[in-house]
């Protein structure tokens, strides 16, 4: 292995230390801004709700971060995660390209989550805190947050969209199981959520809501801290543990990829395969087209403006400079709960506004297409979220075949999907339907940005 690679890892291959672009960037990412006084955040805006380490993480500029030796014993019960080659699936695609995966689903919840989960609830328990506080969409990331919760002997209270706590219940079981404890959102338990019910009863729950109700108790609440599953920069630093093994495992495989591929719902799993490639390019490497993929019907990066917006709905985040569809944004319904947040991590937001990445969107039906054949192919039952990566991967091979192109694609494959089998089977009933969403609301949407309209006043 080179040598500028293997110092990256340790005897088990195990990275020592997560990647930070901003190192590396022409331009610092633009600040975030306290939602009041909108003045920078400064470390005392975010003490309620992270430990001291996780906000120096936030606003870092040095490359390289150790990763804890805690956190790595954990990390290494399933990383180094496989790196996989998809021969069966070229050949089906009878493509000279050539198809490589990094598989994230072999973690103990399934997804790429735990990444970055794990390395909160130490850093919250070095702190000193005994509660997470902490909201879900589908369950993927309240799972994460309850599994690495029990790890390190933290409660862990998880406000989960109503409409999905009503219909998963088994991802509910499962932040049970670990010992969480599930709170439907909005709930009676914070101003949010009572303001909320107040307005309508049976308000069925949004992502940024939910985060408002964690963020509100955490900071309402001494002895509990706040984590959240993706957007901000610790938590993309997090995930850069996957791309520092792909670096090395390509290298191993004796290929470096042409292409690099991932899903974008708040970005974290993208980057986290991605920036350790942009990274060599903006260090004087081999250059790499990177491609995030979203779905058709919450197109932030390619519908969305790169302005400041609020990351929740009670305005109690920072505001930060993200593609966004505005926080008031509701996406028509699809099967693919993960990638329905509003706006877009604004690392991913910078690296997309200085031209580093191209973004492209699906409709649900060609996701779900792709993501069958794969499990045809491969064996292995993607996530619906992870259906766009592979959607995009097999359009970049068909692309290769057509102009008889043999290039390297790599692809994140960030978690499995066997705790969503509904959609597989409306698929399979052909009840899925290709919603857009309305124009008009999204204009509506975007006309209450927050500095759009200081700016005008
Ligand atoms: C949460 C999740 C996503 C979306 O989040 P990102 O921050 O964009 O990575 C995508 N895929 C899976 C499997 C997830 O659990």
Request: charged share 25%; aromatic share 8%; with cysteine.
């Amino acid at each position: 292995m080179s040598d500028s690679i293997k110092y990256l890892l340790d005897e088990a291959r195990l990275p020592r230390s997560w990647y930070n672009i901003v190192a590396d960037l022409p331009t610092p990412p633009p600040p975030f801004l306290n939602p009041e006084t909108q003045k920078p955040v400064v470390t005392d805006d975010l003490i309620d709700l992270f430990p001291e380490t996780v906000i120096e993480q936030e606003f870092a500029t040095e490359r390289d971060i150790e990763i804890p030796g805690p956190v790595r014993d954990i990390y290494r019960q399933w990383r180094p995660s496989p790196l996989h080659r998809a021969r069966r699936l070229e050949k089906v695609l009878d493509t000279p390209a050539k198809i490589y995966f990094k598989y994230e689903g072999v973690s103990p919840t399934g997804s790429h989550k735990p990444n970055t989960s794990v390395a909160q609830a130490f850093y919250h328990k070095e702190g000193g805190v005994k509660r997470l506080a902490t909201e879900t969409g589908a369950g993927q990331w309240g799972s994460s947050a309850a599994f690495a919760g029990s790890l390190f002997g933290l409660e862990v209270d998880i406000y989960m969209i109503r409409a999905s706590y009503e219909q998963k219940p088994y991802r509910r079981a499962l932040m049970e199981t670990y010992g969480a404890r599930c709170v439907p959102s909005p709930s009676n338990e914070t101003v949010v959520g009572r303001g909320m019910l107040a307005k309508k009863a049976d308000h069925r729950g949004s992502l940024g809501l939910a985060m408002s109700e964690a963020v509100e108790v955490a900071r309402r609440r001494d002895d509990t801290g706040y984590a959240l599953g993706s957007v901000m920069n610790h938590v993309v630093l997090h995930q850069t543990v996957v791309g520092v093994e792909a670096l090395a495992q390509m290298e191993m495989a004796g290929d470096y990829p042409d292409i690099v591929i991932g899903c974008t719902g708040g970005g974290a799993n993208f980057a986290g395969i991605a920036f350790p490639f942009i990274g060599e390019e903006l260090r004087g490497g081999r250059k790499t087209r990177i491609i995030g993929v979203e779905p058709a019907a919450c197109p932030s990066l390619s519908r969305g403006k790169f302005a400041y917006d609020y990351g929740d709905a009670g305005h109690l985040l920072p505001l930060m400079k993200m593609h966004t569809l505005g926080s008031n944004f509701q996406p028509p319904g699809f099967h693919s709960a993960g990638l329905r947040y509003h706006g877009m991590a604004p690392l991913v937001s910078h690296v997309m506004d200085l031209g580093l990445m191209e973004a492209r969107s699906y409709h649900q039906s060609k996701i779900f297409e792709a993501g069958i054949l794969f499990a045809r192919t491969e064996g292995i039952l993607p996530a619906p979220e992870a259906n766009h990566a592979i959607r995009g991967a097999i359009d970049e091979a068909l692309r290769c075949r057509t102009e008889g192109r043999s290039e390297v694609i790599l692809f994140n494959l960030c978690g499995h999907g066997h705790f969503d089998m509904h959609a597989y089977i409306d698929h399979a009933e052909g009840k899925l339907r290709d919603i857009d969403y309305d124009e008009g609301e999204l204009a509506k949407s975007l006309a209450t940005l927050p500095m759009e309209q200081v700016a005008a006043a």
